[in-house]
């Protein structure tokens, strides 16, 4: 139903599952990105012509959606950076580096790992882990019991699990992290193009989006910092842009949202953003999570059929992804015979390690579907995967 609206879908015959990865874009993102750069290709924040006070408005005009998008009081609060990667980096440089605990899920993508690591943090050392159950749900009174150890803290937790698509309970976990007067930033990546969020609701003090994961142009991400925190956020980097006065003497920054957005911004990519942000509020996102769920239970039952199949959560408290395994088969071989299909999935960690060590897997198969995606597509796949089973056993 939706696929015509994506270019890809008209110059591929591929099967693509590997959303979690990065999603298609739809021809209205392309066709911004072209405009930009045909038609009114500026700086913005500096010149006053007619190209640049173009590029400016619509520059801006993006971080008025994504206010919206994720009911944000005020589109100072949106930051945008490279993606969630920048995003985490940026705060585990500078707000949360003095805290003397870090916390967070055992289901992180590295990218909310190893910035701690950099900062010499590892296991009880200044950096403490929440357990996962056995059905990977995160656990609760693990995570209140490291919170009552250890009071003003700061939590870094992903909302959903780019390995196993899980979906953790930011809105309690929240609850507990200002319970025990510690700060909570949220790694969004998997969760901003699945279903609504609301960043009052859910009372978070620092939300990490991505564009490319949610039908945008890639190397552009977002930042939301909850207000009271806009003038305790230490800049993270300088230059152009970010500049009240300058003299030999001392450097006086703006306010927010721009004293954090230094040099020239991935315009053409701010600029489709919005575009992917029209695009599903079009749709709305309560049809998108309808029909992904539709979808995750649909792939969910047939790939209970599969012989020796290995799956690691039900589909309660998930979305986006599913992983498994086939029983003494390489995930790594199962993906390549799925490519020479024309089926698109991810095999290996999926950039999750820690996760994958503690089951005692070297990676997984993992299907990730978006709403454009079909039953059809998810019986080309399993017929795929019947094949590949099928020719590795021999």
Known sequence: MYKKDFPFFKNSSVVYLDNAATTQKPKEVVDKVVDYYTNFCSNTHRSNHGGANKATKEFEATRDTLKDFINAPQSKQIIFTKGVTESLNMIASTFAKEFKTIIISSLEHHSNITPWHMQGRTLHKGLEVVNAKDNLEFD????????????NSFVSITHVSNAFGVIHDIKKIAQLTHKYNSYLLVDAAQSLAH?????QDLDVDFYAMSSHK????????ALYIKENLLEKLPVYQTGGATINDVSFERSIMLDAPYKYEAG????AGVIGFKKALDYLNKITLKEVYKLEHELCTYLY???????????YNDTKNSTGSRSFNIKNLNSEDIGILLDKMHIAVRAGHHCAQPIMKKLNIDGTIRVSIAFYNTKEDIDIFIKGLKKAILMLKD
């Open 264 to 267: 020239t911004q991935n315009i």
């Open 301 to 311: 039952t047939q790939l209970k059929k599969v012989e020796n199949i290995i799956l």
């Open 140 to 151: 609760f009174e693990h995570f209140e019991e490291l919170l009552k150890n250890n009071p």
């Open 195 to 199: 279903f609504e969020v609301d960043v």
């Open 214 to 221: 949610t039908f945008g142009p890639t190397g552009v991400g």
